[in-house]
């Protein structure tokens, strides 16, 4: 089974900052990976798919990265409606097991 | 619009059953891998289990194995879980949640949740 690893498992940035989120998977999945944010009491919401492609209406300020084991998910300038939290996924394995990591809770400072 | 609203959830007593249901609307949801992704109160996201297009084959987290059941409607575009032996770890919103090759695989609608509590 595919283990994700994300980290770390929550920070306190404040509105303008450069937020950092990493994933490590135990294995190689190519860009596999999906990133997803999500509010309290809400579905999640598809930020990121295949490592680095934006998904249709998502700000130009969220970006993904990586391949292989390490990725990176990236908000360039951090907005109120930003805090969150955020999970990576892993759609690689066959047969398909979608894998979550633990989750990143971003806080206001 | 393009849309998934669950039902079904509720209180189950341990070792109870409940099926949750999942309607699709504003898209051709016979095209599409569905799953089932489940989340604890105060916890992460956890899938449950997959279903090919045409309703096999199917898939399981391994703590479900043998209790839970993924099934499909594509005539009702309706998608199923039938949740046997209930344990009080099963408690959790459950979500569906549409596969799209088109984005890699990943996740790219979702419902609103269903909340099933297990408990005596």
């Known amino acids: 089974d595919i283990q994700l690893t994300q980290s770390p498992s929550s920070l306190s940035a404040s509105v303008g900052d450069r937020v950092t989120i990493t994933c490590r998977a135990s294995?190689?999945?190519?860009?596999?990976l999906n990133w997803y944010q999500q509010k309290p009491g809400k579905a999640p919401k598809l930020l990121i798919y295949?490592?680095?492609s934006l998904q249709s209406g998502v700000p130009s300020r969220f970006s993904g990265s990586g391949s292989g084991t390490d990725f990176t998910l990236t908000i360039s300038s951090l907005q109120p409606e930003d805090f969150a939290t955020y999970y990576c996924?892993?759609?690689?394995?066959?047969?398909?097991?979608?894998?979550f990591g633990q989750g990143t809770k971003v806080e206001i400072k | 619009e393009v849309q998934l609203v669950e039902s079904g959830g509720g209180l189950a007593q341990p070792g109870g059953s409940l099926r949750l249901s999942c309607a699709a609307s504003?898209?051709?949801?016979?095209?599409?891998?569905m799953n089932w992704v489940r989340q604890a109160p105060g916890k992460g996201l956890e899938w449950v289990s997959y279903?090919?297009?045409?309703?096999?084959?199917?898939y399981y987290v391994d703590s479900v194995k043998g209790r839970f059941t993924i099934s499909r409607d594509n005539a009702k575009n309706s998608l199923y879980l039938q949740m046997n032996s209930l344990r009080a770890e099963d408690t959790a919103v459950y979500y569906c949640?549409?596969?799209?090759?088109?984005?890699?695989?990943?996740?790219?609608?979702w419902g609103e949740g269903t909340m099933v509590t297990v408990s005596s």
């Open positions: 949640a549409r596969e799209n090759l088109s984005t890699g695989d990943a996740f790219d609608i």
């Open positions: 504003g898209f051709t949801f016979s095209s599409y891998e």
């Open positions: 279903s090919y297009s045409s309703g096999s084959p199917k």
């Open positions: 294995q190689t999945i190519s860009s596999y």
């Open positions: 295949a490592a680095s």
């Open positions: 996924q892993q759609s690689y394995s066959a047969p398909p097991e979608r894998t």
